[in-house]
């Protein structure tokens, strides 16, 4: 890629977005290659203690997809020095709230010492991916679904058998059949959204 300016960007990429769609754009705008680091689900289980709503795999061909983007590699650790001697970029674009932080202005040394910098771009305001979540998580709490709301009641009642012989009511067994099912159809990997359902799962022999 010789006269070629090659650009690196890093990030998530969860419930792909229009502030998404910027930032890629706009670094496109500023190389000429454009490589994106797509973060592993192990890297973010690591430093966010959550696992993203979309799997890495499908993250990346979501990425892949996208016009702007010429290059997509995995990001198994925030190691940007080493991603810097890997790909041997000259151009690093981040958001602008990492600017001014102790990590960065550690790091624009070392970048402009082997000719590379890094570019600070503003976010889209109004938009992320954890507003999205929040956002989702409101809207499906206000659908009329009385079994999201009845599944605890009906976890603290399955409770009551689970250290005793007496045998479950086939009413209840039947209502919490219905809401697991209801769950499973519609909640699948959105399990904080029900805090009882582990419990209740583990109580009906689902694990």
Not at 8 to 14: I, L
Not at 94 to 119: N, Q, T
């Amino acid at each position: 890629m010789e006269n070629k300016v090659i650009g690196y960007t890093a990030g998530v990429f969860d419930l792909f977005h229009i502030g998404h769609l910027n930032i890629l754009k706009r670094a496109k705008e500023n190389c000429d290659f454009l490589i994106v680091a797509v973060s592993t689900d192990e890297l973010v289980r690591q430093y966010k203690n959550k696992t993203p709503i979309i799997c890495y795999e499908e993250r990346v061909e979501i990425v892949k997809a996208i016009k702007y983007v010429d290059m997509v590699v995995p990001q198994e650790n925030r190691n940007k020095v080493e991603a810097l001697e890997k790909y041997n970029f000259q151009k690093m674009f981040v958001g602008d709230d990492w600017k001014g932080s102790e990590l960065f202005m550690s790091l624009e040394p070392i970048f402009k010492e082997r000719g590379a910098e890094i570019v600070y771009f503003p976010y889209t305001r109004g938009t992320s991916s954890s507003f999205l979540k929040e956002k989702l998580s409101k809207q499906i709490v206000k659908k009329d679904i009385p079994s999201i709301i009845d599944v605890r009641a009906l976890a603290k009642e399955m409770l009551k058998y689970s250290d005793s012989n007496v045998e479950i009511p086939k009413e209840t067994r039947k209502s919490l059949t219905e809401a697991y099912e209801l769950y499973e159809q519609n909640f699948t990997g959105v399990q904080t959204y029900i805090p009882a359902l582990d419990e209740t799962i583990g109580v009906m022999g689902y694990q």
